[in-house]
């Protein structure tokens, strides 16, 4: 038993490295692979478990991007607070529902918006407007808010893929200040989704840990690497977005056959 914990935790570390790396190297999307990594290589086994996990992992990264974000003067606050506190309310609707769903069908779903993630990743980032701030902001910043909290409670994921976009659509920022003030969205809806699934006992705590470690270290390397490969990013982009779409696939196999 202690030599199966042992191989856990390596395999945490290991794999919460690989999100580090990905997230640091290429952006938005690599923390869509943290729940399959938990369920099928650390083996959690339990797909709530997997997901109150990724969520806390998921709030604790967003943070720790958020300071050197915000030191570049990239974190437009008002904006940051007004989205996030209408999503930190979808967020926990979202993960409330997560829970009661079942844990077959939570991964079917969560595969075909791997899919989803794919494509987004594939079509690339494109700038705002520019208008910053539109008229009337607040409100859409609200609806938008609330909207990708609800998806991002539901499946313990980030969501920078559709923050980032929504915050350009209600506001006009640029895609660099979209970035740095959808962190904070991030980490606050991560730690919202991952209380409401601790409430439950569905957040393995050591796996956690491990996996933020890992996280830690692979995003220091990713960070490194990302300047030396920035001519072949696209290559990259796409390398990892077929990634994605296999292991969604797989996902799907399993959880039909299941």
Not at 60 to 69: E, R
Not at 99 to 104: E, V
Not at 120 to 134: A, D, I
Not at 174 to 190: D, M, R
Request: net charge positive; charged share 5%; aromatic share 8%.
């Amino acid at each position: 038993m202690p030599h199966l914990l042992t191989l856990q935790a390596l395999l945490a570390v290991v794999c919460g490295s690989a999100v580090g790396f990905s997230l640091a190297l290429i952006g938005g999307g690599g923390s869509i692979l943290a729940v399959p990594l938990l369920l099928y290589v650390v083996g959690l086994h339990d797909p709530h478990l997997a997901i109150g996990t990724s969520a806390l992992v998921v709030s604790f990264n967003a943070f720790a991007n958020l300071i050197p974000h915000a030191r570049a003067g990239h974190v437009r606050w008002k904006v940051a607070f007004t989205f996030a506190a209408a999503g930190v309310l979808g967020a926990f609707v979202g993960s409330t529902i997560g829970k009661a769903i079942n844990g077959h069908h939570l991964l079917v779903l969560f595969a075909l918006l791997m899919l989803v993630v794919a494509g987004f990743m594939l079509r690339g980032r494109r700038g705002g407007s520019g208008r910053y701030p539109l008229p009337g902001m607040y409100p859409r910043l609200g609806a938008v808010g609330l909207g990708t909290g609800s998806l991002a409670g539901f499946f313990g994921i980030g969501g920078g893929f559709l923050i980032v976009p929504g915050l350009m659509f209600a506001s006009g920022m640029e895609i660099i200040h979209a970035i740095g003030t959808s962190l904070f969205a991030v980490g606050a809806f991560g730690l919202t989704a991952a209380t409401n699934y601790a409430v439950s006992g569905l957040v393995d705590w050591p796996v956690a840990g491990e996996f933020i470690a890992g996280g830690i270290v692979g995003g220091w390397l990713g960070a490194l690497g990302a300047k030396r490969l920035a001519k072949t990013r696209g290559a990259l982009n796409l390398i990892f977005a077929l990634a994605i779409i296999a292991v969604a696939i797989l996902m799907l196999v399993k959880s039909l056959r299941g």
